[in-house]
């Protein structure tokens, strides 16, 4: 079980918005620790999408955004392409588990 | 732009000891407030993050982890390694390295990753 609880799968069909949730605790998100989203394309490595629970590094387009409220953070992704079907991480700090880097079990985004 | 790259067998026995290297490149391992990390992810599955490691050697490890987990540095070759002993299949996974913006506690530069199968 992951520390951070995402949906297993989303879908969308192109140029649709879809929302990819992750829920966190008292001792992490709750705790106002950021959040942060990765990307990770089949068989490559995990890309930094989101940190900071907004800030988009150099070169990731706008269509992607995130937010954070209480115990929660959402990743958006706007005008859907066929190129964004891939797993989604949130990550957060566990205040509770001396150091830790926790991370969400993932979310498969399916471009329809 | 920073490199990372993992180096190690890819196939360990049960009860051994699985040892990676991760070489940066295009930058020095021991400049700004980086750590260092390694995070790993069995097939099909997500991620886990392992533990990481300043340049001054100080270390934080996953605590489920922690009793197997040796993370060091060698700031001279601009590596960073790890050991986890005791290995059985349940380790078998692909093992990333990642710089660690520890300051922000996030991973902004990911090496390729390594399959590493534990089976005799």
């Known amino acids: 079980q992951s520390v951070l609880t995402q949906p297993p799968s989303v879908s969308g069909a192109p140029g649709q918005r879809v929302t990819i949730s992750c829920v966190g605790s008292?001792?992490?998100?709750?705790?106002?620790?950021?959040v942060h989203w990765y990307q990770q394309l089949p068989g490559t490595a995990p890309k930094l999408l989101i940190y900071g629970n907004s800030n988009r590094p150099s070169g990731v387009p706008d269509r992607f955004s995130g937010s954070k409220s209480g115990t929660s953070a959402s990743l958006a992704i706007t005008g859907l392409q066929a190129e964004d079907e891939a797993a989604y991480y949130c990550?957060?700090?566990?205040?509770?588990?001396?150091?830790?880097?926790?991370f969400g079990g993932g979310t498969k985004l399916t471009v329809l | 732009q920073v490199q990372l790259q993992e180096s190690g067998p890819g196939l360990v026995k049960p009860s051994q000891t699985l040892s990676l290297t991760c070489t940066v490149s295009g930058g020095s391992i021991s400049s700004g407030s980086y750590y260092w990390s390694w995070i790993r992810q069995p097939a099909g599955k997500g991620l886990e993050w392992i533990g990481r490691?300043?340049?001054?050697?100080?270390?934080n490890y996953n605590p489920s982890l922690k009793s197997r987990v040796t993370i060091s540095v060698d700031t001279s070759k601009n590596q960073f390694s790890l050991k986890l002993s005791s290995v059985t299949a349940a380790d078998t996974a692909v093992y990333y390295c990642?710089?660690?913006?520890?300051?922000?506690?996030?991973?902004?530069?990911w090496g390729q990753g390594t399959l590493v199968t534990v089976s005799s």
């Open positions: 008292s001792s992490n998100i709750g705790a106002g620790y950021d």
């Open positions: 990642a710089r660690d913006v520890g300051a922000y506690n996030y991973f902004d530069y």
């Open positions: 990550q957060s700090y566990d205040s509770s588990l001396s150091g830790s880097r926790v």
């Open positions: 490691i300043y340049t001054s050697g100080s270390t």
